[in-house]
Every structure is written in C-alpha cells, then in structure tokens.
C-alpha cells in the first residue's frame, strides 16, 4: 500500500532552517510528483511547491522562491523540503503528498515551530 | 497567479441535507479542479479530482461537477462522518503550480 511517512516534530529559532523529510513506499517513488503543503493553526492549506523525481523539475509558491528549497533520494525514495530564515509565522503542520495532478496520497504531517 | 475563491466560508446543516460548496477560479483552469475534505488533526483527503471524478473508496454521496471558472461540490445527504473542513485545489500543469481555497467548515445543525 503507498505510505508517505515524514520525519518528526521540530523546534527552531528565527533566523534558522528546518528540512522535513518523506519517505515514500509501495509505489514507483519516480513515477510521481511530490507537493509540499502547510498549514498554519487555525489556517488553511498553504501550497509551498512541487518537486518531479523523475527529472528533479521543482516550482516553487512565489511566495516562498528564494527560501525553500525541494530535494529528492531517489535511492531512499525520500522527499526533503528545507525552508530558511525561519520566522515565526512559519509554524505550521508541513505536508508532503504524492501528486501529479491531485494529491492522492498524503503524509502525517510534521509541525514546525518557530520561537525565540 | 489564479486565485480561488470558495464560498461560503462556514456552513451549517442537517444530517440528510444537500449541501453544496462553490469554486470560482480567476480565469479558465479548464478542469484542473480537486476538492478535499480534512479534519482536525489529519492529512487532507482527496474526494474529487479533476472536477467530477470519484476517488476511489469515496461515497458516491460525494460529487463534483463545472469546467472552466465556476465550479460545485456537492454532499447529497449529508452524514455525521461528513463534519471537517473543504477545500478546493486547482493546478497548472505546465508548469506544476497550485492553488487553495481558503476553505469551507462543514457543521452539523
């Protein structure tokens, strides 16, 4: 059965750099997209990027250009999403899902707190 | 960049009731359209894709239908599992851009 399984909570301060991981399995981990999404408390979805493994294409939100970047381990089918200059209002729960078109298969969520 | 914008923001009904969700999207995204249904503390869930087609293992309550701008999600008889929040998704792909609406929290009456 596919599973995305993405690394633990995290606690940073301001001005530091967070890199979530997603581990993929039961599917051809290539053959897919990978979207990265989050969620501020309270708030809704938040579409931060989009990484293709097959060929490493990546778009990224305006938003966050410059700041994120979307990595892949073809070898581990895993995903990284590493953001910088973290800033408080980048708490948030951070989603990784299988997509290629919709995301059809999503991770746990990991949270990413940002505090002084 | 395509904004969407979902109404109503918050929604209240009946166990069995219709309830219907609208999308409009800022310009033609043809049918590059998804609904998902979160609740609280899980991943979202996807419902609809591509404007009208059932993910497999949903209800077929579930529906979605529209093509160009406007666009409709629609629970037929609404059941108590229904209660979460609703969202809207499109997609450009080329390249591979989304965008959310902002949401629509689905309460039972």
């Known amino acids: 059965q596919v599973q995305l399984v993405q690394s633990g909570a995290e606690m940073k301060k301001p001005g530091a750099s967070v890199k979530v991981s997603c581990t993929a399995s039961g599917y051809t981990f290539t053959s897919y997209g990978i979207s990265w999404v989050r969620q501020a408390p309270g708030q809704g979805l938040e579409w931060m990027g989009w990484f293709n493994p097959s060929n490493e294409n990546t778009n990224y939100a305006q938003k966050f250009q410059g700041r994120v970047t979307m990595t892949t381990d073809t070898s581990t089918s895993t995903a990284y999403m590493e953001l910088r200059s973290l800033r408080s209002d980048d708490t948030a729960v951070y989603y990784c899902?299988?997509?290629?078109?919709?995301?059809?298969?999503w991770g746990q969520g990991t949270l990413v707190t940002v505090s002084s | 960049d395509i904004q969407m914008t979902q109404s109503p923001s918050s929604l209240s009904a009946s166990v069995g009731d219709r309830v219907t969700i609208t999308c409009q999207a800022s310009q033609d995204i043809s049918n590059y359209l998804n609904w998902y249904q979160q609740k609280p503390g899980k991943a979202p869930k996807l419902l609809i894709y591509?404007?009208?087609n059932l993910e497999t293992g949903v209800p077929s309550r579930f529906s979605g239908s529209g093509s160009g701008t406007d666009f409709t999600f629609t629970i037929t008889s609404l059941q108590p599992e229904d209660i979460a929040t609703y969202y809207c998704?499109?997609?450009?792909?080329?390249?591979?851009?989304?965008?959310f609406g902002q949401g629509t929290k689905l309460e039972i009456k």
């Open positions: 899902a299988r997509a290629t078109g919709a995301g059809d298969y």
């Open positions: 591509d404007a009208s």
């Open positions: 998704q499109q997609y450009d792909h080329v390249p591979m851009l989304y965008t």
